[in-house]
């Protein structure tokens, strides 16, 4: 009949319009659903001249996972194995993403955070909420002596600690690019 290079790359081609689709639908609902940045410029990301949407973020991550999926796919031939051992490997790629518990807390599992498509794509979507959102937290702490010191601090500096967000949205985006290829 024909060999497995045809079958895939059909496959891919035939998969397409569900994965520019999924994202974009899902993105459109719950982007203003949730009460995210209203703001254009936050939805649709310009970054110098190149044009980036957020939409691009869930596209890329969207592409990563399922090459995660095929290249799991390709190494485990049996259904019934490879659906009870995709729970046993999905959850530490959640736990690492850097959302649930801090990768510096996983002890001895964090080098594996570098190729969790959900941390990288965490990473782009929260730089691309918080940065430049201009919210100030306050934090009242009485000292020593009694007085009350005020604390400022910018919401994006709290969340780029608390999520270990290191790297900047066309750095996420690259590597959500790498690993789906990689893949």
């Known amino acids: 009949l024909y060999s497995v290079s045809p079958y895939f790359f059909a496959k891919i081609l035939s998969e397409l319009p569900f994965f520019f689709l999924l994202p974009l639908s899902g993105a459109l609902l719950y982007y203003h659903g949730c009460g995210l940045n ?7 990301i310009y970054c110098k001249s190149s044009f980036l949407p957020i939409v691009l973020t869930l596209i890329l991550t969207y592409f990563a996972g399922s090459g995660y999926g095929i290249f799991l796919g ?7 194995v490879l659906v ?8 530490p790629m959640m736990l690492l993403s850097g959302y649930f518990v801090k990768i510096e807390n996983v002890v001895g ?4 955070s570098y190729i969790s498509c ?16 201009g919210i100030e937290i306050t934090t009242q702490v009485i000292g020593s002596n009694g007085q009350v010191i005020h604390l400022k601090e910018d919401i994006y500096e709290i969340v780029k600690e608390q999520f270990s967000l290191d790297y900047s949205i066309t750095a996420s ?11």
């Open 109 to 112: 599992l964090g080098y594996l």
């Open 173 to 183: 985006l690259a590597v959500l690019g790498g690993l789906y290829l990689f893949f």
């Open 84 to 91: 009870t051992l995709l729970p046993i490997l999905n959850v």
């Open 74 to 80: 390709s190494l485990i031939s049996d259904r019934k």
């Open 38 to 44: 209203d703001d254009p410029d936050k939805f649709f």
């Open 118 to 133: 959900l941390k990288w794509g965490l990473n782009a979507a929260a730089v691309n909420e918080f940065k430049d959102l």
